[in-house]
């Protein structure tokens, strides 16, 4: 069966973060997970025609609340159709970037 051009997005771009698609395995008893399986990162990826300030918005929260551990940084992926993987926004929360990227830019 050939695969979906979702399914084949979500792999690449977890690739591009060290890790892979996670799959069918996409709920226990805690909710919902992310669409990555990488250490550091909650990845949330949408492959969209139209991406929206609100579909983005509610990716970017569900990457927070699905994070497996307490440092791993969440980020949505979203990426248009028929677009290069490279021209697609990876978008974080300015309150999770302040806390969670600017202290290791600083630290340099």
Same mark, same amino acid.
């Given at each position: 069966? &050939?695969?979906? *051009? ?16 996670? $799959?069918? =395995?996409?709920?226990?008893?805690? $909710?919902?997970?992310? =669409?990555?399986?990488?250490? $550091? ?9 139209? &991406?929206?300030? $609100?579909?983005?918005? +509610? =990716?970017?929260?569900?990457? +927070? +609340? ?7 940084? &969440? ?7 028929? *677009? ?10 300015? +309150? ?13």
């Amino acid at each position: 069966m &050939p695969d979906k *051009t979702w399914k084949a997005v979500e792999r690449r771009l977890c690739k591009i973060f060290g890790g892979k698609r996670r $799959g069918a =395995d996409y709920a226990d008893s805690r $909710g919902g997970k992310n =669409d990555c399986i990488c250490n $550091g990162w909650s990845i949330e990826i949408k492959n969209m025609m139209r &991406p929206q300030f $609100g579909l983005i918005e +509610e =990716d970017v929260r569900k990457a +927070e +609340e699905r994070k497996e551990h307490p440092d791993d940084i &969440p980020i949505a992926i979203m990426k248009r159709k028929r *677009t290069r993987d490279a021209d697609a926004l990876v978008c974080i929360r300015l +309150e999770v970037f302040e806390k969670q990227i600017l202290p290791k830019l600083r630290s340099k």
